[in-house]
């Protein structure tokens, strides 16, 4: 139950026995009503509730798209031009640089490798871009479940001249370091690699210190290691400094920020392709955004410090063990990758991929989705694709792929979603199934 003081009323939030969220908004001074008296008017009242505006009723599992936010963009008081000499400029300038160093000491990294970006596409995009002035040109791996913002992003340095390969993945949809191995075997020329830290579709793991370990063992040129870290910071354990990347991106509002502000870490400034201002170093030319670098500093510290991330990281591993058990349990429903374990150190505790035989994805969506629930098919990114790259690299076939399903949780996230989500896909699974007259 949580209390809300808002102006002369008293909002009160409740998840009922019945796993909905009501919202009573009470004229009065609710703060005298004895908490048991008040529970167990519960029942009467859910049948009278009006839903919560936007969430009444509704279970939110599309966490990796966007998460729910609770730490929108900050009034930094501020409003000068942080270049501007005079007071307000100055003011302005130290907020930012403030919250530059707050990022950095969350992330164990120096402040002068932070440089605040739009969020996840732009860091991506701008760490590739830059590859096209360097020269000589570098030759580029990337693996092949990355997220758009670096797939697409390599495939136009490739229309540009510059070589890339795809690093391959095993079943499972993680980078193996005999798979890196590999394809640093064939591609002598790689000066740049990029490797996602946590899949955004599946939740797939990778296991960064020893593919670190492995590239960083090559003599030759050195490589640079480029990481995209925005489903992993404030998920899963992570040590940017220990893991020696170059380069990583993290965005806010995956982490209850507001969208449009994100960091890219460097440990060397780059040479940028977009120019335009000395602003971030002249790595990200711009004016600042000093409310979502505050909200960033603030949404870092408050869900990425190691203790935070490991409480949050078994509350999570616990809530997804009854999902993927009993899910696996459901006939005709089926994990992406198969074998993945109910409790799984290989993937993130708050991804899942799977599908239900015969069932489109995007009909299965469409079903919970009419029943209050909220989950998608891939990434938003390329929701308006009907490919499915990273299922692709799996080894999937085209059938499953389009079967495939994501289900993402976050801290808000209660057990009794699970069980309302473990119900409510019985119940769309036993509506298709009567309707199509089949049962898988
Ligand atoms: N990288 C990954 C792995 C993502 O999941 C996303 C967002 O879906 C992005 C990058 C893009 O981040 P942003 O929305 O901040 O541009």
């Excluded at 966490?63 to 003011?91: K, M, V, Y």
Aim: with cysteine.
């Amino acid at each position: 139950m949580l209390r809300i003081k808002h102006g002369g009323h008293s909002l009160i939030r409740v998840n009922s026995r019945h796993s909905r969220t009501l919202l009573f908004i009470c004229t009065g001074p609710v703060s005298c009503l004895p908490g048991r008296v008040f529970l167990s008017m519960i029942p009467f009242m859910e049948a009278l509730s009006v839903r919560f505006p936007g969430q009444a009723g509704r279970r939110y599992f599309d966490w990796a798209a966007t998460a729910i936010p609770d730490l929108p963009a900050q009034d930094p008081g501020a409003f000068g031009n942080p270049s501007s000499l005079h007071a307000e400029g100055r003011r302005a300038r130290q907020l930012l640089e403030e919250a530059r160093v707050r990022c950095a000491a969350v992330l164990g990294l120096d402040p002068k490798g932070i440089y605040f970006t739009s969020g996840g596409t732009e860091s991506n995009a701008l760490v590739l871009h830059s590859l096209l002035l360097r020269k000589p040109s570098p030759g580029i791996l990337f693996s092949a479940v990355e997220h758009p913002s670096v797939r697409e992003n390599c495939l136009v340095l490739e229309r540009l001249g510059l070589r890339i390969a795809p690093i391959q993945v095993e079943p499972d949809g993680r980078v193996s370091p005999a798979r890196l191995e590999k394809v640093l075997g064939k591609h002598p020329e790689t000066r740049f690699v990029a490797i996602m830290g946590v899949n955004n579709e599946t939740g797939a793991l990778t296991d960064m210190p020893s593919l670190l370990r492995l590239i960083r063992a090559r003599g030759g040129s050195p490589i640079h290691v480029h990481s995209d870290l925005v489903q992993a910071v404030g998920k899963v354990p992570l040590d940017i400094a220990a893991w020696d990347l170059d380069s990583a991106s993290i965005s806010a509002h995956k982490l209850g920020g507001p969208r449009g502000i994100g960091l890219l870490y460097l440990r060397k400034a780059l040479n940028p392709l977009y120019r335009g201002g000395t602003q971030e170093g002249g790595v990200r030319p711009g004016t600042e955004y000093i409310a979502g670098a505050l909200a960033l500093a603030a949404c870092l510290e408050s869900r990425a410090v190691p203790e935070r991330v490991a409480l949050e990281y078994a509350e999570a591993s616990r809530r997804f063990a009854v999902l993927i058990g009993a899910l696996r349990a459901m006939p005709g429903c089926f994990l992406i990758p198969q074998d993945r374990e109910d409790v799984d150190p290989r993937f993130s505790p708050y991804i899942l991929q799977a599908g239900f035989k015969g069932i489109p994805g995007e009909v299965m969506v469409r079903l919970l989705d009419d029943r209050g629930y909220a989950v998608s098919t891939g990434s938003a990114c390329s929701s308006a694709q009907r490919d499915r790259p990273v299922l692709t690299a799996m080894g999937l076939d085209p059938q499953t792929r389009l079967e495939g399903i994501r289900i993402s949780q976050g801290w808000a996230t209660t057990q009794e979603d699970i069980t309302g989500l473990l119900e409510t896909i019985g119940e769309a699974l036993a509506l298709f199934q009567g309707s199509s007259g089949k049962a898988e």
